[in-house]
């Protein structure tokens, strides 16, 4: 009887001490939270919803005070009604689901939640799985690439050097995930990927290939590194290949055998250059069609560059084009003549695409025909001819040049048969002010 009623003592002072304890705390929570927050009329909501927040404190005006939704404030334009027991507000936009209080914590808060499209639950979905789905992504790389670690073509395809920047890049980022915005889920995503970056380094270096297994690993990083320095300027030869090469290729084939004479030195250019363009080149190809008639090689020659000039390519590839002319004409460490008298013609007409607003002076050959039978010889030579009246007579103007050497050329061989012609530098006004 005696232990009931000791038993019955302790029950009672431990409920007396509870209630005490209960009150001290509900007085406590009274004074941290002077403005008190009770309830909110929807705790599930949409952004742009209508709600009301009831409790006290919460003045007759609202002044300064603002409602908190977790991390994103009401602007001034969301307040509906504000007064001591309640407040009307909009949803504002980027709220997402967390606790409401006002003035940054000076109330008690209470917890909502931000009903989202479905389609945006799944992607918040996913996007909290990602690290498994990183690791899963990672893993079949790697696995792909693992099962054949002994063959020296994959070891030959991982860039040592790509893969350092990355893997430094990620120790970066994982240094700023760590120190200055802590975040967990982003810090691992990282370290899964400089684990992979590793992966890859250690496979690049060809240690797992057969034979090479125990060579020392520092040889051969450098030896891998020594062979991407060569290949390093690959891609960008090729992202950088020359809009119409093979005209150009045309252009630099006729120029070499401008003297009938293809020269080795001038041969292995051509084939550098076309091996860079990814062009098949023989001198057998491009020598179809061509005859010995020196003259008509020049003209040939002569049109293929307008014909590229034509086709509107960049200023700096024609300027280069003209580097590549030199270069060519240079390469067997002479000049002849023939080449001497086409590049000024071929600079020139090059000079003038570059600079179309001044005009280059052009030299004109004009024919006097002597017999009836020059007139058919012209028209077949010279389809393009202006035919001009003059006094006394009909001329023909059968080409304008930029070279004075070069139209000299054409009139020297229309001389060997017994045509009368000349060079003629006309002034601004046509010719055939100047002729009549």
């Known amino acids: 009887m005696k232990n009931k009623f000791v038993i ?8 007396f001490f509870w209630g005490c304890k209960q ?24 952004i742009g919803d209508t709600i009301v927040i009831y409790g006290y404190g919460f003045g007759s005006e609202r002044g300064n005070n603002y409602l908190l939704f977790e991390t994103t404030s009401a602007e001034e334009e969301n307040y509906l009604n504000w007064s001591d027991t309640l407040i009307t507000v909009i949803v504002p936009e980027g709220v997402s689901s967390g606790n409401v209080h006002l003035n940054s914590k000076l109330s008690n808060s209470l917890e909502f939640k931000v009903k ?18 990183t690791i899963i992504y990672i893993y079949l790389r790697i696995n792909k690439i693992w099962k054949r670690k002994h063959e020296l073509d994959v070891a030959e395809s991982q860039s040592l050097a790509g893969l350092t920047i990355y893997i430094l890049n990620c120790v970066l980022w994982v240094s700023y995930y760590i120190f200055v915005e802590p975040d967990t889920k982003s810090m691992l995503d990282t370290s899964v990927y400089i684990f992979e970056g590793i992966i890859f380094f250690i496979i690049g270096t060809g240690i797992f ?10 040889f051969l990083i450098k030896r891998a590194l020594k062979i991407e320095s060569k290949e390093a300027d690959y891609l960008l030869k090729r992202l950088f290949k020359f809009q119409n090469a093979e005209e150009i290729i045309m252009i630099l084939h006729q120029l070499a055998m401008i003297d009938n004479e293809l020269s080795p030195k001038e041969q292995a250019l051509l084939e550098s250059f076309a091996k860079e363009w990814r062009i098949d080149y023989s001198p057998e190809k491009y020598n179809k069609g061509r005859t010995e008639d020196k003259e008509i090689n020049y003209i040939k020659l002569r049109n293929s560059v307008i014909k ?35 590049h000024a013609e071929l600079k020139g007409i090059i000079d003038n695409y570059l600079n179309q607003e001044k005009q280059n002076p052009l030299y004109h050959v004009i024919i006097v025909p002597q017999k009836p039978e020059h007139e058919l010889i012209i028209k077949d030579t010279f389809p393009d001819a202006i035919r001009l009246t003059i006094s006394g007579g009909v001329a023909y103007s059968v080409g304008s040049y930029y070279s004075h050497k070069y139209a000299e050329m054409i009139c020297q061989e229309r001389r060997k048969i017994k045509m009368f012609t ?10 055939e002010t100047n002729f009549n």
Request: glycine share 2%; charged share 30%; aromatic share 8%.
């Open 8 to 15: 019955i003592n302790l029950v009672i002072m431990l409920l």
């Open 23 to 46: 009150e001290k705390e509900s007085a406590n929570g009274r004074e941290t939270y002077p403005i008190k927050i009770d309830s909110i009329s929807k705790k599930e909501f949409k």
């Open 116 to 133: 989202r499209h479905f389609f945006i639950e799944v992607i918040d979905f996913l996007i909290k799985i990602s690290l498994a789905i």
């Open 209 to 218: 290939v057969r034979g090479q297994t125990k060579t020392n690993l520092w």
């Open 308 to 342: 590229y000039l034509d086709l509107d390519p960049p200023k700096e590839q024609a300027a280069q084009l003209i580097d590549m002319i030199e270069v060519l004409i240079k390469a067997d460490e002479k000049v002849t003549s023939e080449e001497e008298l086409i």
């Open 422 to 431: 000349i060079v003629y530098t006309p002034e601004p006004d046509s010719l």
